[in-house]
């Protein structure tokens, strides 16, 4: 049988087929005075290649853009939670809220959102959720009241759950693994760094000049500009078998999270022992424990357990959790310490934050390069060390003592930070199959999320109750420590509202009052702050001891 030949009179090629305009091997070219013949693989290769580079680094692009948006709009509320407090007359658990309604909206829904990506498109979904952040930002500048705000922010969260379950499995459907992927995830680690600090500058000028509400009208043009690029720019991609949404499993988990939340921020008003408080724990245990029974019965979970049977899987979303838990959360307080106890403004707050910011972000992208080359455990374990004992640096502080007093735990931390973000990116979703990368951003985000959610109620409760203990003892036998007093007194100078707790106090115990408040409050703080330290050192032990390279994927595509 004769295979292909020339047309030089040695015999006749094999004819081919004729070919739709349409088809891929139907691109010609003319030569020798207009004879046509096909295109050569490499030609047509090299005429699609930069289309495809193009695309990836537009999809890089948007990812960052939309990462940008949602951390700077958790660092921009931190500075302006006291000028929030104080226009539309919020409690110092409405500002738990502030923080708690979003984180709790994206940790219920972001793995729904992950799967709903997969089955609809990601490119889609993305666009989805950008739509949804930016029009809840809108209502949250419009807000007349805490309650408003509040709702508005839980429907944002519902828009972040959506952008954060897609941004990593975008990035990873157009990098492949190895060189190019740590690069991009170094460059996504950066855009954290970026957002963490200027976000702080950018709340306390906008705060400062154009008010609270413009932190959020600032979401607007910024998602506009994402979505046109999403629309423009990004390929769509999708799970052919992608599972169906596990509405089960999102209502047992997303009412458990809520109940265990609740009862955080309620236990020290409504008493620990209350009736109340015990039921909000029964239930959330019980609600939580249906869930993983949920996940092991139905066909196509919202989290598939079998994915924890990976060690490396398991390490990185607990070093997700531990960070998050721990120096995120803690963030809330440290602003409350800045303005309310140190008096500082929110611009002056911003800027106090550059130190652990600027080493976020420089370090971020070392950390991206180092990726392909030192093991993943070692670089969560050491920046996780380096979180808490940034942490721990800044505890044990004085009445005495400036800002200057947490200087060195912001280097440390920040180091820390911008070490381990760009590998816990990585990491989540090349320990999975690409086609799962979708769920497997989800899962990660999740973690975090929790983490933030948890970490601000608990943190919260041993913060004031704490500090009311102290107020307690400071002020025994006088009617400063009888009944919820302390407790009010602890939550007034955190929430900024001390001068008119004071006024309602007699005028000879006001600065009794005033003192044991203060005092409460940095004993509390230093408390959570220990705390906090305790739970990154036991994160990195956990990364160390859990995370395996051999389950990783670092081969080059």
Wanted: positive net charge; aromatic residues 8%; charged residues 15%.
């Amino acid at each position: 049988m004769n295979g292909p030949h020339d047309t030089t009179g040695r015999g006749l090629p094999h004819p081919r087929p004729a070919v739709s305009v349409r088809g891929r091997a139907t691109a010609l070219r003319t030569v020798d005075g207009g004879a046509a013949e096909p295109r050569t693989a490499d030609h047509a290769l090299r005429r699609r290649r930069p289309s495809a580079v193009q695309r990836k680094w537009w999809t890089l692009i948007a990812v960052s853009v939309a990462t940008f948006m949602l951390l700077l709009d958790i660092t921009v509320v931190n500075v302006a939670l006291p000028s929030i407090r104080k226009d539309l007359g919020a409690s110092f658990t409405d500002l738990q809220w502030v923080f708690d309604a979003y984180t709790l909206s994206l940790a219920a829904l972001v793995l729904t959102a992950g799967s709903l990506a997969d089955r609809l498109g990601r490119r889609r979904t993305f666009a989805a959720g950008l739509v949804i952040f930016s029009g809840a930002s809108l209502l949250c500048g419009l807000a007349p009241n805490p309650t408003f705000l509040n709702i508005s922010r839980a429907v944002q969260g519902v828009g972040g759950a959506v952008m954060f379950a897609v941004s990593l499995a975008l990035v990873a459907q157009e990098f492949p693994p190895g060189r190019e992927r740590g690069t991009a995830m170094g460059i996504y680690g950066a855009t954290i760094g970026v957002a963490v600090a200027v976000g702080p500058l950018i709340g306390g000028a906008l705060t400062s000049s154009l008010g609270w509400q413009w932190i959020f009208f600032l979401n607007v043009p910024i998602g506009v500009a994402a979505l046109v690029v999403t629309y423009l720019k990004l390929a769509e991609s999708r799970d052919p078998n992608a599972t169906r949404i596990d509405w089960a499993g999102v209502a047992a988990f997303s009412s458990g999270l809520f109940l265990l939340v609740l009862a955080l921020v309620r236990g020290n008003t409504d008493g620990w022992g209350s009736t109340l408080i015990v039921a909000l724990f029964v239930g959330a245990a019980v609600l939580l424990a249906v869930f993983v029974l949920v996940e092991h019965r139905v066909p196509e979970p919202m989290l598939p357990l079998g994915l924890f049977r990976r060690h490396a899987f398991t390490g990185v979303q607990l070093a997700a959790f531990a960070v998050s838990s721990s120096l995120f959360a803690l963030f809330l307080y440290l602003t409350l310490y800045l303005q309310n106890y140190l008096g500082l403004s929110p611009f002056a707050a911003g800027v106090r934050y550059l130190p652990i910011t600027v080493l976020s972000f420089l370090v971020a992208p070392v950390a991206g390069a180092l990726l392909s080359r030192v093991p993943a455990r070692l670089m969560l374990c050491v920046g996780l060390i380096a979180v808490g004992a940034g942490l721990l640096l800044m505890g044990n502080l004085q009445p005495e003592d400036t800002w200057t007093a947490l200087l060195a735990g912001f280097l440390v931390g920040g180091a820390g930070v911008g070490l381990i973000n760009p590998v816990i990116a990585d990491v989540a979703v090349s320990v999975v199959p690409k086609e799962k990368s979708g769920m497997a951003a989800g899962v990660n985000d999740t973690f975090r999320q929790v983490g933030i959610a948890v970490g601000i109620a608990l943190w919260g409760a041993i913060f004031v109750g704490r500090g009311s203990r102290k107020v307690r003892e400071l002020a025994a036998g006088t009617p400063i420590a009888e009944g919820a007093r302390p407790r009010e007194l602890v939550e007034a100078a955190s929430s900024g509202s001390l001068p008119q707790a004071l006024a309602a106090l007699p005028e000879p115990a006001r600065a009794a009052a005033s003192a044991a408040a203060r005092a409460g409050f940095l004993d509390g703080l230093n408390l959570v702050l220990l705390l906090g330290g305790l739970v990154s050192l036991a994160g990195a032990a956990l990364a160390l001891w859990l995370v395996r390279e051999d389950e990783i994927d670092r081969q080059e595509a």
